[in-house]
């Protein structure tokens, strides 16, 4: 069973389009619950309705290898809302959905690839994480039906 742990939105883009500057300063917000709209993405995130079956509708992390990320790069103070990602999630292998449909709450999804870490990622999280997180940057996905995604308890 797929859990729930962060989910997150943020209204404008911090590292897209940065890439000679500093980041931006949209806040990456903890949300107890999400609304997922079929091909539009997040409701008040930046990517909903970017443009026509994009691919990032929304986008899954692996808790467990948050952690591993943690303790094998010493980056205890690393917190999930950096990596800019949408839902921080358990007990799957993120890897596994691409190509694949899966659900998620009654919500229906589509792995389209990974969610490849940029070289933003050393400045977000701490030296190293980019080259750590290659093939494990987790995972971008549409959205197949409406429905909301909450934090399990």
Request: charged share 25%; aromatic share 10%; net charge negative.
């Amino acid at each position: 069973m797929i859990r729930v742990h962060h989910l997150f939105v943020s209204d404008g883009h911090n590292f897209v389009g940065h890439h000679d500057g500093p980041p931006g300063e949209h806040a990456t917000v903890a949300a107890d619950q999400i609304e997922c709209v079929t091909g539009q993405g997040i409701r008040g995130d930046r990517y909903f309705a970017h443009k026509e079956d994009y691919k990032g509708q929304i986008t899954f992390f692996s808790m467990e290898v948050f952690a591993e990320l943690q303790r094998e790069l010493n980056l205890p103070q690393a917190h999930p809302e950096a990596t800019r990602r949408n839902a921080f999630v358990s007990g799957v292998n993120l890897g596994e959905l691409v190509g694949q449909d899966f659900e998620v709450q009654g919500v229906h999804f589509r792995g389209v690839e990974e969610c490849r870490p940029c070289y933003w990622m050393d400045r977000a999280l701490g030296p190293g994480a980019e080259a750590w997180l290659k093939g494990r940057g987790g995972l971008r996905a549409r959205i197949l039906s409406n429905g909301s995604l909450r934090r399990d308890g």
